[in-house]
């Protein structure tokens, strides 16, 4: 299970390699508006810091745009992914960067017939986005459940990297299906380190060694 960080933010990639966790990055348009920083510039310093993949998004809609723009950001670094939006014209795109053998993730999966059309243009990644569902009612895991069968049932290379997603039960239901990535904020990831009864017991141990009056060397 590969985690990937869900972010355009420098100090939060840092901090999740810190901790040895984060085995890439994604990125899309408005992470990286968030920053207030250019675009490919911002890919770039992304792909030189961390040493997995890093997802860099096209921003053209046209599959000669997406092209220009994909090769492009390949171009800045060997671990860039292109991302493309899940279209007609992306899906064209997809097909000609795979023949180049650049990597694709296909972004904006809502369905599984999406993410059918999008293993058959040959995308290294697809990415259904859990969270958005779920915020309308509608079942993100159980997209994933799906998706997972499809690419074991067809044996599809296209990995499976839950995206859009809100809280550490995501991941924990990612894990249980089988997913091959899931990309998450950093607050996420922070969180996935957290229970109550680790920090309790922790307080308890160094208390009662405290309270010996002794240290660590007597
Ligand atoms: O990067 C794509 C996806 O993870 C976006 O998540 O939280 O904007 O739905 P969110």
Known sequence: ???????????????????????????????????????????????????????????????????????RLADLAENVVVKVPLTPEGLVAVRTLTEEEIETNVTLCFSPAQAMLAAKAGATYISPFVGRLDDISEDGMGLIEDIVSMTDNYGFDT??????????QHIVQSVQLGAHVATLPFKILAQLYEHPLTTSGLDRFLADWQATGRSFDD
């Open 159 to 168: 990995q499976v990297l839950v995206a859009s997603v809100r809280h550490p």
């Open 1 to 71: 299970m590969l985690l990937f960080l869900d972010t355009a933010d420098l100090e939060e990639i840092e901090n999740g390699l810190d901790w040895g966790m984060v085995d890439g990055v994604t990125t899309n348009p408005s992470l990286i508006a968030k920053q207030g920083k250019s675009y490919l510039p911002t890919v770039k310093a992304i792909a030189e810091m961390v040493p997995g993949p890093v997802s860099g998004e096209v921003l053209a809609t046209d599959r000669e745009g997406m092209i220009d723009q994909g090769r």
